[in-house]
């Protein structure tokens, strides 16, 4: 079937478009043209494939007939279409391959064919179920199975785990996200008129194609934790398989504060230990995996050290045992003097214990930090973290439901490390004699100077 059509894509919608892995996610704000990329990715699988069934969805009936049908037959050229089926839904192509329409209210209606591809419009309004449904479907013989995704979101659903924040790494899935700003056809006046509309956290959401907390229950202020995300970059570094990252190589005589909240496990929560500049507030490292309580205290160990050992306020979790064994691994390799013991200099009780009266201290002091920006994350998780950490319905702060907070307590650690370094610290002692100056090695956080001839 000879067809050409010239497409005019920008260059996040001509990535979607190209991308061939079998699990496509494409997330954009309002007018972000993401139908119309789903349309026409549809569109090249379906003329590359002579005879392959597609399957097409949306969230109900309407938004199916009204939106993605219509954006269809608006972006396919007439010539490549033999005919349409009003009453099956069903659209049929002069090479064969065929696109059959369904909503996915209910679910279980979309078992049956086999198909080559599957093109999930609003893809984040439709359940989970509806997806992994699609997923078995793909099944038909002798072609490449593909599916992809084109949608908003609303607030952190299911799309945020499956395909932007997954727990197990896998190629079969791609993500792309893009702001609706990106889309040079728009009217210039349309997303003025939205950006006066909307709340902060909701622009985020409807216009810059990010997850968000919109109901108003955030805990950190939606400004600041979206301008941490502009700030965020990839590590300059990545060491022990992901497991250590670097976003700013230690410098000599600088002083950094770490935070470690531990967990260890095949599933369920990450240790992460997160790392400061004093001065700036800039992350500059990170620990971040599911390493044994062992391996957790050596690469703690190990990573500290190269930032001048840091000073480490590491939770001590009295319901586990990891954390516990982890902190003791440390204290086995001579790192006590640089960590917080809650019972100050007689260093018995290491660790600090998160209850019912400090955990409300250290995230308001968290809080306030963020707020006025204080601190400044680099690592796009742990931002993640902090725009899904919010208010539960007992006003409660927690994290929404399916995300961590591993981050977030680790952030919170390490700013709690400022009120207690300097309080911890040593001297460094420098004696002048006739054969010359001996200098006696301390901690840096605050320097004495004793002379004597």
């Known amino acids: 079937m000879g067809v050409k059509v010239r497409l005019e894509l920008f260059r996040e919608q001509a990535a979607f478009m190209e991308d061939r892995a079998a699990f496509v996610a494409g997330h954009s704000g309002v007018g972000g043209g993401k139908t119309r990329v789903g349309a026409l990715k549809l569109l090249k699988y379906l003329v590359d494939h002579p005879g392959a069934l597609g399957i097409v969805t949306a969230p109900t009936f309407p938004m199916l007939r009204d939106a993605t049908l219509r954006t269809m037959l608006e972006m396919w050229p007439k010539e490549a279409i033999r005919g349409f089926n009003k009453a099956e839904m069903q659209l049929t192509l002069m090479n064969g391959s065929e696109a059959l329409l369904r909503s996915t209210e209910n679910p279980d209606h979309l078992y049956g064919p086999n198909a080559a591809c599957f093109w999930m419009d609003e893809g984040s309004y439709s359940p989970l179920e509806a997806f992994k449904i699609l997923q078995g479907r793909l099944r038909q ?111 000599v005589g600088a002083r950094y504060l770490a935070g470690m909240d531990t967990a260890w496990g095949e599933t369920g929560s990450f240790s992460c230990v997160y790392i400061m500049d004093w001065q700036t507030g800039l992350q500059v490292a990170e620990l971040h995996g599911r390493p044994k309580p062992d391996e957790l205290g050596q690469e703690a160990f190990n990573l500290l050290t190269e930032y001048n050992r840091a000073y480490l306020v590491p939770e001590w979790a009295g319901d586990e045992e990891q954390g516990q064994l982890a902190i003791r691994k440390l204290m086995t390799l001579g790192y006590s003097d640089r960590m917080y013991f809650r019972d100050g200099a007689k260093r018995k009780e290491p660790g600090w214990v998160t209850n019912e009266r400090t955990r409300p201290l250290m995230l308001a002091e968290l809080e306030e930090a963020v707020r006025k920006r204080e601190v400044a994350p680099r690592c796009k998780d742990c931002v993640d973290e902090l725009m899904a950490f919010i208010r539960d319905e007992k006003g409660r702060p927690t994290h929404a439901e399916g995300m961590r907070d591993d981050h977030v307590f680790a952030l919170a650690l390490a700013w709690q490390a400022r009120n207690h370094a300097r309080s911890e610290t040593e001297t460094i002692r420098v004696e002048y004699h006739d054969g010359g100056m001996k200098r006696h090695e301390g901690r840096p956080w605050r320097r004495t100077l004793a002379r004597s001839r």
């Not at 197990?168 to 509309?197: G, T």
Request: aromatic fraction near 18%; charged fraction near 25%.
């Open 141 to 251: 013989a002798g072609y490449p199975g593909q599916g992809w995704l084109t949608y908003k979101s609303k607030g952190y659903d299911w799309t945020y785990f499956e395909f932007k924040n997954r727990e197990i790494a896998n190629a079969n899935y791609s993500y792309h996200e893009w702001s609706a700003r990106r889309n040079i056809f728009l009217p210039p006046e349309f997303l003025q008129r939205l950006e006066e509309s909307y709340s902060s956290e909701y622009a985020m959401q409807e216009i810059e194609g990010q997850y968000a907390i919109t109901s108003g229950l955030g805990y950190f202020d939606g400004k600041a934790t979206g301008g941490f995300l502009k700030d965020c970059s990839e590590p300059e570094t990545v060491r022990r398989g992901g497991m250590v990252r670097i976003w700013r190589a230690p410098v």
